[in-house]
T-cell receptor
Framework: NAGVTQTPKFQVLKTGQSMTLQCAQD?????MSWYRQDPGMGLRLIHY???????DQGEVPNGYNVSRSTTEDFPLRLLSAAPSQTSVYFC?????????????FGEGSRLTVL | KNQVEQSPQSLIILEGKNCTLQ??????????LRWYKQDTGRGPVSLTI?????NTKSNGRYTATLDADTKQSSLHITASQLSDSASYIC???????????FGSGTRLQVQP
């Protein structure tokens, strides 16, 4: 059972480059989300989706785009990378629940922007 | 603003010893509180969930407590093992919504 799969695991970009972090889940979860994790800080929500075709902004959405064309996939796009986007990115999905359910996280994607 | 504060930031204990991690929150209205374990280089994994009516819940050597009146939770680890070395993250859910507030975690190191 794969769960939540993120690719790539590591990436180095130059300032101004763009890239897409991929996220796929095979649990048929409607809810998917992207977080960034920085040293000394809690996980911060970037974008989330409650189902195919529906996305919304989280706490720190600037510089990132998302789309949700299928239930399984939720890619995160960095439009023009900046050093401030150096971080570890986690994709998470959650089963249907009233309120917040358990999050199932991917293994993370470590991004360095030079 | 909703906040979750965890203490200590880091902790080193010897294998076989017990330890307790603390989580204080200001999230209101409260729905539930989860403890996640995050191994180095991995994603967080849920250990336990506490709802408003629950005071104590155990998951093997992990025991979580919740005092909804004082808005405090603790995670007690009994007879620690090297594999317990990880970050432990407290996450509080706001009532009726999917909004989550994350603590910054406690990094636990268990030494032989």
């Amino acid at each position: 059972n794969a769960g939540v799969t993120q690719t790539p695991k590591f990436q180095v970009l130059k300032t101004g480059q763009s890239m897409t972090l991929q996220c796929a889940q095979d649990m048929n979860h409607e809810y998917m989300s992207w977080y960034r994790q920085d040293p000394g800080m809690g996980l911060r929500l970037i974008h989330y989706s409650v189902g195919a075709g529906i996305t919304d902004q989280g706490e720190v959405p600037n510089g990132y785009n998302v789309s949700r064309s299928t239930t399984e996939d939720f890619p995160l796009r960095l439009l023009s990378a900046a050093p401030s986007q150096t971080s570890v990115y986690f994709c998470a999905s959650s089963p249907p629940s009233r309120g917040a359910g358990e999050l199932f996280f991917g293994e993370g994607s470590r991004l360095t922007v030079l | 603003k909703n906040q979750v504060e965890q203490s200590p930031q880091s902790l080193i204990i010897l294998e076989g010893k017990n330890c307790t991690l603390q989580c204080n929150y200001t999230v209101s209205p409260f729905s539930n509180l989860r403890w996640y374990k995050q191994d180095t280089g991995r994603g967080p994994v849920s250990l336990t969930i506490m709802t408003f009516s629950e005071n104590t819940k155990s998951n093997g050597r992990y025991t979580a407590t919740l005092d909804a009146d004082t808005k405090q939770s603790s995670l007690h680890i009994t007879a620690s093992q090297l594999s317990d070395s990880a970050s432990y993250i407290c996450v509080v859910s706001e009532g009726g919504r999917r909004a989550l507030t994350f603590g910054s975690g406690t990094r636990l190191q268990v030494q032989p």
